[in-house]
């Protein structure tokens, strides 16, 4: 029978373990003895029964989610949680009482004990300054819970292969969507490379958002033909972990994927493109010998403007190869971002220019990309 005059106060036995482990365990305050008592029957002050009764929940969560179970690999996680403020307050009046010092506090110890088990069932890593997946669990004050969980974002090299013309690459602004976008809706605007790389991508990863970069631009008749165009895809907080490489096929347009690291990027975006370009001039080609003379003067440094700067590359190849009446067809191996239109123009102001080299009028009908080669 307890006492009128003394206070009993229950804890369950992972908050008595942590408290009281090395303590004394009861105190005459006021007139009034305090009693701790280790409980598994009785509601824990300080946790509520906590880790009795939600902790295994939340381990269960966090194992059932989807990008935790669909890794192959051992994955990376990190374990973040927000407890109510209540847990504090019921912890702090307790020390304070008893005089405890040093001990770890309630929210490091439910940090502990969900990467403990985590560890135990799947066998993950820890990782707090780079995972692969990090949970964030918000407990609420009536012990309800949500587990959030944002997976690492990740780069992919992609290349794109355009069989047909009259395709654009980028969507126009008004065909531009957000991730809510459904793709029956997606499917029934204007064909874009664009709008392909987006429904792949979502479809097979589900993030929470994607951010295309593009390593250069053809016109919408042009083809691209070999190895196809690199360029590159942010995935960020991807809901499913997906392949690491894909292909897929829709319609006149090839892509494929494949995971690389963000400090691959900057080999992936430098390389050289085998063009064929059709060119329109003002006069009928007379001498195709002395033509082909000249178009060989191409070959060397390119020199033009881009985005008000002075930018300079190379042109390794120049040959005619067909002329009829007033066209020519051209090929070129060049270092990819030479405005190929400006090339044969001179519009605005490039160095060397087809229009000045064979001092006619020339213009570029369109050109089609036959190859793409890395530098090395």
């Known amino acids: 029978m307890v ?7 229950h804890l369950c036995k992972f908050c008595y373990d942590r408290n009281f482990s090395k303590k004394k365990i009861s105190l005459v305050k006021y007139s009034v003895s305090v009693s701790i008592v280790k409980t598994r029957i009785q509601v824990c002050y300080i946790c509520r029964n906590f880790f009795l009764g939600t902790l295994p929940s939340i381990v269960k969560g966090i194992l059932n989610s989807e990008l935790f179970g669909s890794t192959k690999c051992v994955p990376t996680v990190d374990i973040g949680t927000r407890i109510p403020f209540i847990f504090y307050e019921n912890e702090d009046y307790i020390r ?40 964030d669990v918000v407990i609420n004050n009536d012990l309800d819970f949500t587990v959030n ?8 090299l992609g290349r794109y292969v355009k069989l047909a013309r009259d395709i654009h690459q980028r969507e126009k602004s008004w065909m531009k969507n957000d991730s809510q976008t459904s793709f ?46 690199p360029f590159f895809v942010k995935v960020i907080n991807p809901k499913v972990k997906g392949t690491d490489g894909k292909k897929v096929s829709e319609g006149s347009v090839d892509l494929q994927f494949r995971k690389i690291k963000q400090d691959q990027i900057d080999y992936y975006g430098k390389y050289r493109v085998l063009v064929t370009v059709l060119v329109g001039l003002d006069e009928k080609v007379n001498n195709i010998g002395h033509f082909q003379y000249l178009i060989k003067s191409l070959i060397g440094e390119v020199t033009f403007k881009f985005k008000n700067r002075i930018t300079k590359r190379n042109i390794y190849f120049a040959k005619l190869v067909n002329a009829e009446e007033d066209k020519l067809e051209i090929s ?26 064979l001092k006619t009028k020339c213009e570029c009908i369109y050109f089609d990309i036959n190859d793409v080669i890395l530098n090395k």
């Open 3 to 9: 006492n009128s005059n003394q206070l009993q106060i």
């Open 149 to 156: 969980c944002k997976a690492k974002e990740f780069y992919l």
């Open 332 to 357: 070129l191996d060049m270092d990819n971002g030479i405005p190929i239109k400006q090339l044969i123009g001179g519009n605005e102001p490039i160095n060397p220019c087809l229009s000045s080299i």
């Open 184 to 229: 029956e809706l997606i499917d029934k605007r204007e064909k874009s490379i664009e709008q392909s790389i987006r429904k792949s991508v979502m479809s097979e990863y589900h993030p929470e958002e994607i951010k295309i970069t593009w390593t250069g631009s053809e016109d919408r008749h042009s083809l691209v033909l070999g190895t196809g165009r």
């Open 96 to 135: 304070s009482m008893f005089q405890i010092k040093g001990a770890i506090g309630i929210k490091t110890q439910i940090n502990l004990l969900i990467r403990e088990k985590l560890r135990k069932n799947k066998k993950c890593f820890i990782d707090h300054i780079n995972p692969e997946l990090k949970f």
